[in-house]
């Protein structure tokens, strides 16, 4: 039954929503034009978004729309990029005012914004991207070199038995030597506690920055719901992915710290390192590594394996490519020599493929979403404060005005005369603004079906065999 408070508490709520809506409305005509988009109804807006590959579905609504594509659901407003020059206007040279991530009271239950990649901009935020910057940045990353090359040749000359899945091998592969580098911890399984974890805390991010999707967090006071009310199941949701993320973050920290301990221990991790630095009665240090740890893994986690994955089908589909690539290991290291990040500089068509698996495939085609943390006005039109803008990158690295045939896959269009690359900002699928920066069952024909359709896009599980060149 319900009690007094319980109806009171809907009475209010219901009110103050209605309300809400009506001065929403209202305050509306003041503005310059929004960007052209779909109009939706009233304070709801647009009823549904799109959420499989909406990329592709953007990249089609820009032929009516432009560049810019704007819509609201809630209030809450949505600005979709579709070119890479308001791409770089908005988030690049006005990353003060469009640098920020969405923040709303559930966000705060569920402990959302605590994770680094979602953290709004602030001095936190500074500190976290430093220890980024001097550790995992394009220079620093030196440090795990190591642990990179002796696990990919593990997980290579452990190919051709496994009876595993190639897609487990792989995230088997990321996880230990983001696990490795960063806590000394050692993974054998991708199906273990913690990479599991890991997974789960990407899976509950994967559809949380689809464009529109969780713009119900914006309806004011829905945090305040009671559990019997439509919609209140919501805190409780909430609460519990507090505890995947806590969990996650959790987890290998308290691993690392029981490592330490031990007198016998030989980690020599990043963040074993950086606690040589820090004094243990420095509580917020020692949170802004656990930060930076679980950050780094999380990160890490889908986005290489999307990469790694799209490498199998590519040279699977494109298998002028694969010999290409094989003729310039032999020629340049000597046949059955394996490579090591140190020979990169002297293997170009490597780098193209590994540049044109990033422009083909992204492993983010619509980046994070950013937040404005103020109004803007770009090319005469209004972009108020607290929009969510999603680059497209995945329209602007199928632009043909750019890349001829750009559903192909041809490494040799990043190969110049000179020998040289275009600067690594340069590469689109590491998103916008503040950030730092074989033989497979797929065909070319129906090559799309291979991909997953969230906010990540890597190649689902595919039928595989990999063999030796050399006995
Ligand atoms: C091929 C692999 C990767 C791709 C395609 C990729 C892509 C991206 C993209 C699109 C963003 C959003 C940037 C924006 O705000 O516009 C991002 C952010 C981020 N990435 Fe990556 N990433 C990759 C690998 C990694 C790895 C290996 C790490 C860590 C070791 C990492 C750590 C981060 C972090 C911490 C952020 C958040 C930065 C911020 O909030 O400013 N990423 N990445």
């Not at 978004?49 to 089609?60: D, E, F, H, I, Q």
């Not at 559809?207 to 199941?233: E, N, T």
């Not at 490592?259 to 802004?288: K, V």
């Not at 590469?427 to 065909?443: M, V």
């Amino acid at each position: 039954m319900l009690s007094y408070l319980d109806l009171t508490t809907a009475l209010l709520v219901g009110t103050v929503l209605v309300l809400y809506a009506v001065v929403v409305m209202y305050s509306k005509p003041r503005h310059p034009l929004y960007p052209p988009g779909p109009k939706g109804i009233w304070y709801l807006g647009v009823t549904t978004v799109p959420m499989r590959k909406a990329w592709l579905t953007y990249m089609n609504w820009g032929k009516k729309y432009g560049d810019l594509i704007h819509f609201s659901r809630f209030g809450k407003h949505y600005l979709i990029i579709n070119s890479l020059e308001a791409a770089r206007d908005i988030l690049d040279k006005q990353s003060k005012q469009t640098g920020d991530r969405a923040h709303t009271q559930l966000d705060k239950i569920s402990g959302m914004n605590d994770f680094f990649g979602l953290m709004p901009y602030s001095d936190e935020w500074r500190k976290i991207r430093k220890i980024f910057h001097q550790n995992l940045g394009p220079e620093t990353s030196t440090q795990t070199w190591s642990i990179q090359a002796q696990e990919v040749h593990k997980f290579i000359a452990g190919l051709p038995s496994s009876k595993d899945t190639l897609r487990n091998q792989i995230s088997c592969l990321s996880q230990k030597i983001m696990f490795l580098s960063v806590y000394g911890l050692e993974i054998a399984s991708s199906e273990e506690d913690m990479p599991a974890r890991n997974r789960k805390v990407i899976e509950l991010l994967d559809f949380s920055m689809i464009a529109g999707w969780s713009a119900f967090k914006k309806i004011p006071f829905i945090h305040l719901l009671p559990p019997w009310l439509p919609g209140g199941q919501l805190v409780a949701d909430h609460l519990a992915f507090h505890e995947v993320f806590q969990e996650g973050a959790d987890r290998p920290w308290n691993a690392l710290m029981e490592d330490l301990r031990r007198p016998d221990s030989h980690n020599s991790s990043l963040i074993a390192n950086l606690l040589f630095n820090i004094d243990p009665d420095d509580d917020q240090g020692m949170q802004r590594l656990k930060k930076f740890g679980v950050a780094a893994i999380v990160a890490a986690a889908d986005t290489t394996v999307s990469v790694i994955s799209t490498f199998f089908i590519a040279m699977s589909c494109y298998p002028d490519a694969q010999l290409r690539a094989q003729q310039e290991l032999d020629d340049v290291l000597g046949r059955g020599q394996m490579p090591t990040l140190e020979d990169r500089p002297s293997l170009p068509y490597i780098e193209a493929i590994l540049r044109e698996l990033m422009r083909w495939h992204p492993a983010g085609p619509m980046g994070i979403p950013h937040d404005t943390s103020e109004d803007i006005i770009y090319n005469g039109y209004f972009i108020p404060k607290g929009t969510s803008v999603h680059a497209n990158i995945w329209a602007m690295t199928h632009d043909e005005s750019t890349f001829e045939k750009p559903d192909d896959f041809i490494p040799e269009r990043h190969l110049r005369e000179d020998s040289k690359f275009d600067d690594i900002n340069s590469i689109l699928a590491y998103g916008f603004g503040r950030s730092f920066k074989i033989s497979t069952s797929a065909k070319r024909e129906n090559v799309e079906e291979y991909f997953s359709h969230g906010t990540f896009c890597y190649p689902k599980d595919f039928a595989w065999s990999v063999s030796p060149r050399l006995n």
